[in-house]
């Protein structure tokens, strides 16, 4: 296993940055395949900068912190913000005419379909999304 960690203040120009930092990571030390590491940035986008907008609510003072690890069958994200949380059946459906014109709430969805598997964990103080992506066995062959 290979892991990179960040921990940023709550700034969006900060997130452009871990993002570079994770794709560089996983492309270049990972050897991840290209459209592997385009879904998974997908997801980890969303999840990124819905700790930045939601959780965090743009705080600039409270933290983010997250882990990103490449294992030989998948790549596994976790980003964790200083807010309350989510459930995910509180989400209204982001596909349904009445919220399709809304600014928010696809996030999650994006999340969902570009990766294999997205977990919430509500702790004290703090809220974890977690997201894998499965790699294909001769992907790293």
Known sequence: MRKIGFCINSKIELIN??????????KSICKVNSDTLYWFMV???EILVN?????????EKLLI??????????LKASV???GSGFNFKDIPDPTKPENIL????????????????VFLKKEE?????????????????
């Open 51 to 59: 700790a930045y907008l939601h959780g965090n609510k743009k705080k």
């Open 17 to 26: 940055i871990v993002e570079n930092g994770v794709e560089f990571f996983l």
């Open 102 to 117: 809304k600014p928010s709430g696809r996030g999650i969805l994006f999340a969902k379909n570009a990766c294999d598997e």
């Open 80 to 82: 964790t913000d200083r």
């Open 125 to 141: 103080g703090k809220f974890t999304v977690t997201i894998v992506k499965k790699l294909k066995e001769v992907e790293n062959a």
């Open 65 to 74: 912190d997250i882990a990103v690890s490449f294992y030989p069958d998948k």
């Open 43 to 45: 997801g980890f986008h």
